[in-house]
């Protein structure tokens, strides 16, 4: 696979000092002109004004010049070329996707190469692995994202928006959820990029990484100390990808979820794709998903929001 990792994006949003004080206090880095840092991943988010919150642009990690070639060749084949969508100069590929707007940019860049974390160690049946109590109620100071995994972006056409990530671009499909949803990936991540059937194009949520549960447990229990508004959903744990999961909302209406253990694909050839229909895809165990999760609260603003332009 010449892609290689979801680099970075840019989210719209009317409020931006106010989205930016969430996304401090969820735990990445402020870098300098509202954009923001994981651990792992270096600049991952950007914050721009727009009337509407949205997702502006997705940055995809490419490993060369052939690759942007051959994309370049394929948004042609699928009548989706550059001359009216976006360009191609040296390292950099821009195209824009029809039906959202979103700015796709695929850009030559290292592979993303991380640490190892050392296993926590967990106590089962007939197995001892810790003495003493465990180390993650010991854990002290802010939950610090390692990398920017994946996006859920809201399409009026998903047909379209699929054949524009996965026959132009080159993300592969991992699974499906009925006729209304697409988990892609141009990692060996599960997905860096769900596209769903919605009533507007809009963002519904970017995911981050983290160690393990109870840092996914810690981060959220300190977003909500003094926000309680903050909490949509969690904790729970996935059956597409099987991440544990945990949902918070920002100023703007995004959803912001901080995530582990998430499935990995490294042989292509060994996975093959399914199709999860209702809950099923959304949650194995965990309570079960609110409508606001479902249908953001906001949906009727944002498309009264389009169709007033």
């Given at each position: 696979?010449?892609?290689?990792?979801?680099?970075?994006?840019?989210?719209?949003?009317?409020?931006?000092?106010?989205?930016?004080?969430?996304?401090?206090?969820?735990?990445?880095?402020?870098?300098?002109?509202?954009?923001?840092?994981?651990?792992?991943?270096?600049?991952?988010?950007?914050?721009?004004?727009?009337?509407?919150?949205?997702?502006?642009?997705?940055?995809?990690?490419?490993?060369?010049?052939?690759?942007?070639?051959?994309?370049?060749?394929?948004?042609?084949?699928?009548?989706?070329?550059?001359?009216?969508?976006?360009?191609?100069?040296?390292?950099?590929?821009?195209?824009?996707?029809?039906?959202?707007?979103?700015?796709?940019?695929?850009?030559?860049?290292?592979?993303?190469?991380?640490?190892?974390?050392?296993?926590?160690?967990?106590?089962?049946?007939?197995?001892?692995?810790?003495?003493?109590?465990?180390?993650?109620?010991?854990?002290?100071?802010?939950?610090?994202?390692?990398?920017?995994?994946?996006?859920?972006?809201?399409?009026?056409?998903?047909?379209?928006?699929?054949?524009?990530?996965?026959?132009?671009?080159?993300?592969?499909?991992?699974?499906?959820?009925?006729?209304?949803?697409?988990?892609?990936?141009?990692?060996?991540?599960?997905?860096?990029?769900?596209?769903?059937?919605?009533?507007?194009?809009?963002?519904?949520?970017?995911?981050?990484?983290?160690?393990d549960i109870d840092e996914v447990g810690r981060g959220a229990s300190a977003m909500l100390a003094d926000h309680p508004e903050r909490h949509i959903w969690g904790l729970g744990r996935h059956h597409a990808g099987s991440n544990f999961f945990w949902y918070l909302k920002d100023?703007?209406?995004?959803?912001?979820?901080?995530?582990?253990?998430?499935?990995?694909?490294?042989?292509?050839?060994?996975?093959?794709?399914?199709?999860?229909?209702?809950?099923?895809?959304?949650?194995?165990?965990?309570?079960?998903?609110?409508?606001?999760?479902?249908?953001?609260?906001?949906?009727?603003?944002?498309?009264?929001?389009?169709?007033?332009?």
């Amino acid at each position: 696979m010449g892609l290689h990792r979801l680099s970075s994006v840019v989210i719209g949003v009317p409020n931006v000092a106010e989205t930016a004080a969430f996304y401090t206090d969820f735990g990445l880095t402020p870098t300098g002109g509202r954009t923001f840092a994981t651990t792992d991943g270096g600049d991952q988010l950007r914050l721009v004004e727009t009337p509407r919150r949205r997702l502006v642009e997705i940055h995809i990690g490419a490993d060369d010049r052939d690759d942007l070639g051959r994309i370049t060749q394929r948004l042609t084949e699928e009548g989706l070329g550059l001359e009216h969508s976006g360009e191609h100069t040296g390292d950099r590929l821009t195209a824009i996707e029809p039906v959202t707007g979103t700015r796709a940019v695929v850009e030559v860049r290292p592979r993303l190469v991380q640490d190892a974390v050392p296993a926590t160690p967990y106590n089962g049946p007939g197995r001892i692995e810790r003495v003493g109590r465990a180390p993650g109620v010991g854990r002290v100071g802010r939950v610090r994202p390692r990398k920017l995994g994946h996006v859920v972006l809201g399409t009026t056409d998903l047909p379209t928006t699929e054949r524009f990530f996965r026959h132009a671009l080159g993300f592969r499909l991992s699974d499906r959820i009925g006729q209304v949803g697409a988990f892609l990936r141009c990692s060996t991540d599960h997905h860096n990029l769900l596209v769903l059937e919605a009533p507007v194009a809009f963002l519904h949520h970017t995911s981050w990484q983290v160690d393990d549960i109870d840092e996914v447990g810690r981060g959220a229990s300190a977003m909500l100390a003094d926000h309680p508004e903050r909490h949509i959903w969690g904790l729970g744990r996935h059956h597409a990808g099987s991440n544990f999961f945990w949902y918070l909302k920002d100023p703007a209406g995004n959803f912001s979820e901080y995530y582990s253990d998430l499935d990995t694909i490294g042989d292509e050839q060994a996975w093959t794709p399914e199709n999860f229909e209702g809950a099923k895809g959304l949650f194995n165990w965990g309570p079960p998903p609110p409508p606001s999760f479902l249908a953001p609260d906001d949906l009727g603003t944002l498309m009264a929001g389009v169709h007033g332009r």
